[in-house]
Protein backbone atom coordinates (compact mmCIF):
# COMPACT_ATOMS: atom_id res chain seq x y z
CA UNK A 1 0.00 0.00 0.00
CA UNK A 2 1.41 3.37 -0.94
CA UNK A 3 0.94 6.26 1.34
CA UNK A 4 2.43 9.62 1.25
CA UNK A 5 2.00 12.68 2.96
CA UNK A 6 1.27 16.40 1.84
CA UNK A 7 0.76 19.95 3.04
CA UNK A 8 -1.77 22.02 1.85
CA UNK A 9 -1.64 25.76 3.18
CA UNK A 10 -5.10 26.99 2.30
CA UNK A 11 -8.15 25.96 0.72
CA UNK A 12 -6.88 26.41 -3.08
CA UNK A 13 -4.62 24.07 -2.62
CA UNK A 14 -6.61 21.39 -0.93
CA UNK A 15 -9.19 22.21 -4.32
CA UNK A 16 -5.92 21.57 -6.20
CA UNK A 17 -4.95 18.26 -4.69
CA UNK A 18 -8.72 17.24 -5.34
CA UNK A 19 -8.42 18.26 -9.09
CA UNK A 20 -5.77 15.50 -9.20
CA UNK A 21 -7.98 12.73 -6.92
CA UNK A 22 -10.55 13.46 -9.40
CA UNK A 23 -8.52 12.41 -12.30
CA UNK A 24 -7.80 9.08 -10.86
CA UNK A 25 -11.04 7.99 -10.35
CA UNK A 26 -12.78 5.15 -12.56
CA UNK A 27 -16.21 5.05 -10.92
CA UNK A 28 -15.72 2.10 -8.29
CA UNK A 29 -13.11 3.42 -5.35
CA UNK A 30 -14.12 3.17 -1.47
CA UNK A 31 -12.95 6.11 -0.05
CA UNK A 32 -12.67 6.92 3.32
CA UNK A 33 -12.77 10.30 4.29
CA UNK A 34 -11.06 11.03 8.09
CA UNK A 35 -9.78 13.85 10.98
CA UNK A 36 -11.58 16.03 13.34
CA UNK A 37 -14.55 18.39 12.97
CA UNK A 38 -14.49 21.19 10.73
CA UNK A 39 -10.69 19.13 8.97
CA UNK A 40 -11.85 19.41 5.70
CA UNK A 41 -13.81 16.10 4.46
CA UNK A 42 -16.82 18.07 3.26
CA UNK A 43 -14.82 21.05 1.68
CA UNK A 44 -12.60 17.77 -0.20
CA UNK A 45 -15.66 16.08 -0.83
CA UNK A 46 -17.04 19.31 -2.62
CA UNK A 47 -13.92 20.12 -4.63
CA UNK A 48 -13.97 16.25 -6.01
CA UNK A 49 -17.62 16.90 -7.65
CA UNK A 50 -16.52 20.30 -8.94
CA UNK A 51 -13.90 18.48 -10.33
CA UNK A 52 -15.69 16.03 -11.70
CA UNK A 53 -17.92 18.30 -13.55
CA UNK A 54 -20.78 18.48 -10.87
CA UNK A 55 -22.00 21.97 -11.29
CA UNK A 56 -24.67 22.36 -8.59
CA UNK A 57 -24.92 22.81 -4.73
CA UNK A 58 -23.06 19.23 -2.83
CA UNK A 59 -24.84 19.39 0.49
CA UNK A 60 -22.98 18.47 3.55
CA UNK A 61 -24.70 14.65 4.42
CA UNK A 62 -24.24 15.37 7.86
CA UNK A 63 -27.57 15.35 8.79
CA UNK A 64 -28.92 13.33 6.01
CA UNK A 65 -26.43 10.60 5.83
CA UNK A 66 -26.16 9.78 1.81
CA UNK A 67 -26.58 11.88 -0.82
CA UNK A 68 -26.04 10.56 -4.66
CA UNK A 69 -24.26 12.69 -7.51
CA UNK A 70 -24.26 11.83 -11.61
CA UNK A 71 -20.56 13.36 -11.91
CA UNK A 72 -18.14 12.33 -15.13
CA UNK A 73 -18.34 9.14 -12.61
CA UNK A 74 -20.99 9.00 -9.80
CA UNK A 75 -20.42 9.40 -6.66
CA UNK A 76 -21.92 8.43 -3.02
CA UNK A 77 -21.07 11.25 -0.43
CA UNK A 78 -21.75 10.01 2.90
CA UNK A 79 -21.53 10.99 6.57
CA UNK A 80 -21.55 8.54 9.57
CA UNK A 81 -21.04 11.30 12.45
CA UNK A 82 -24.62 10.89 13.09
CA UNK A 83 -25.47 7.31 13.04
CA UNK A 84 -26.12 6.10 16.11
CA UNK A 85 -25.28 2.14 15.47
CA UNK A 86 -22.99 0.62 13.01
CA UNK A 87 -25.81 -1.93 12.25
CA UNK A 88 -28.03 1.38 10.51
CA UNK A 89 -25.71 0.72 8.02
CA UNK A 90 -27.36 -2.64 6.63
CA UNK A 91 -29.93 -0.30 6.10
CA UNK A 92 -28.86 1.97 4.04
CA UNK A 93 -29.09 -0.23 0.78
CA UNK A 94 -25.47 0.59 -0.30
CA UNK A 95 -25.24 -2.66 -1.93
CA UNK A 96 -26.55 -1.47 -5.32
CA UNK A 97 -23.37 1.60 -5.00
CA UNK A 98 -20.71 -1.16 -5.04
CA UNK A 99 -18.48 -1.38 -8.20
CA UNK A 100 -20.48 1.62 -10.09
CA UNK A 101 -20.11 4.56 -7.93
CA UNK A 102 -17.49 6.24 -6.26
CA UNK A 103 -17.71 6.42 -2.73
CA UNK A 104 -16.49 9.47 -0.14
CA UNK A 105 -17.73 8.52 3.16
CA UNK A 106 -16.84 11.15 6.57
CA UNK A 107 -16.54 9.57 9.45
CA UNK A 108 -15.91 6.05 7.73
CA UNK A 109 -13.35 5.30 10.68
CA UNK A 110 -16.39 4.97 13.31
CA UNK A 111 -17.65 2.10 11.96
CA UNK A 112 -15.18 0.11 9.11
CA UNK A 113 -16.02 -2.67 9.54
CA UNK A 114 -19.64 -2.31 8.64
CA UNK A 115 -18.38 -0.83 5.09
CA UNK A 116 -16.00 -2.19 2.38
CA UNK A 117 -12.78 -2.25 2.84
CA UNK A 118 -11.43 1.40 1.24
CA UNK A 119 -9.25 1.19 -1.59
CA UNK A 120 -7.88 4.86 -0.31
CA UNK A 121 -8.08 6.55 3.16
CA UNK A 122 -7.45 10.10 3.43
CA UNK A 123 -6.63 11.58 6.87
CA UNK A 124 -6.83 15.41 7.50
CA UNK A 125 -4.91 16.98 10.72
CA UNK A 126 -5.20 20.40 11.21
CA UNK A 127 -1.95 21.79 11.18
CA UNK A 128 -3.26 25.88 11.55
CA UNK A 129 -6.41 28.16 10.19
CA UNK A 130 -5.59 26.95 6.89
CA UNK A 131 -3.21 24.77 7.04
CA UNK A 132 -3.35 21.10 6.33
CA UNK A 133 -1.61 17.57 7.07
CA UNK A 134 -3.48 15.06 4.44
CA UNK A 135 -2.18 11.55 4.89
CA UNK A 136 -3.24 9.22 1.72
CA UNK A 137 -2.88 5.92 2.16
CA UNK A 138 -4.18 2.92 -0.66
CA UNK A 139 -4.58 3.31 -4.28
CA UNK A 140 -0.80 3.39 -5.91
CA UNK A 141 -1.48 6.34 -7.72
CA UNK A 142 -1.22 8.44 -4.53
CA UNK A 143 2.46 7.82 -5.42
CA UNK A 144 1.97 10.64 -8.28
CA UNK A 145 0.29 13.20 -6.64
CA UNK A 146 3.21 13.88 -4.37
CA UNK A 147 5.10 15.79 -7.03
CA UNK A 148 2.56 18.24 -7.72
CA UNK A 149 3.35 21.24 -5.91
CA UNK A 150 1.19 21.85 -3.35
CA UNK A 151 3.31 24.50 -1.16
CA UNK A 152 6.42 23.30 0.65
N1 LIG B 1 -6.59 23.96 3.59
C1 LIG B 1 -7.90 23.77 3.82
N2 LIG B 1 -8.52 22.69 3.27
C2 LIG B 1 -9.83 22.47 3.50
N3 LIG B 1 -10.63 23.25 4.27
C3 LIG B 1 -10.06 24.33 4.83
C4 LIG B 1 -8.68 24.63 4.63
N4 LIG B 1 -8.39 25.76 5.31
C5 LIG B 1 -9.52 26.16 5.90
N5 LIG B 1 -10.53 25.31 5.63
C6 LIG B 1 -11.90 25.45 6.13
O1 LIG B 1 -12.12 24.44 7.07
C7 LIG B 1 -13.49 24.08 7.03
C8 LIG B 1 -13.61 22.59 6.77
O2 LIG B 1 -14.96 22.26 6.91
P1 LIG B 1 -15.55 20.89 6.41
O3 LIG B 1 -17.03 21.02 6.50
O4 LIG B 1 -14.95 20.50 5.12
O5 LIG B 1 -15.02 19.91 7.57
P2 LIG B 1 -15.40 18.39 7.82
O6 LIG B 1 -14.12 17.68 8.00
O7 LIG B 1 -16.32 17.91 6.76
O8 LIG B 1 -16.15 18.47 9.22
P3 LIG B 1 -17.38 17.61 9.79
O9 LIG B 1 -16.75 16.46 10.55
O10 LIG B 1 -18.09 18.55 10.68
O11 LIG B 1 -18.22 17.13 8.66
C9 LIG B 1 -14.15 24.88 5.93
O12 LIG B 1 -14.75 26.01 6.50
C10 LIG B 1 -12.97 25.28 5.06
O13 LIG B 1 -13.18 26.47 4.36
MG1 LIG C 1 -18.26 17.17 6.79
Known amino acids: MEKIE???KN???TALLASKIAEKLEGNE???LQGQLGAGK???ARSILKALGYEEEVVSPTFILQCEYRARVPVLHLDLYRLEYGEEID???LEEYLDRYVWLVEWADRFPGQLPPPDLIISFFIEGEK???IVMEG???VRSLKNNDFGD
Request: charge should be positive; charged fraction near 35%.
Open 91 to 93: DLG
Open 11 to 13: QEQ
Open 42 to 44: TFL
Open 30 to 32: IIF
Open 131 to 133: ERK
Open 6 to 8: IRV
Open 139 to 141: KSW
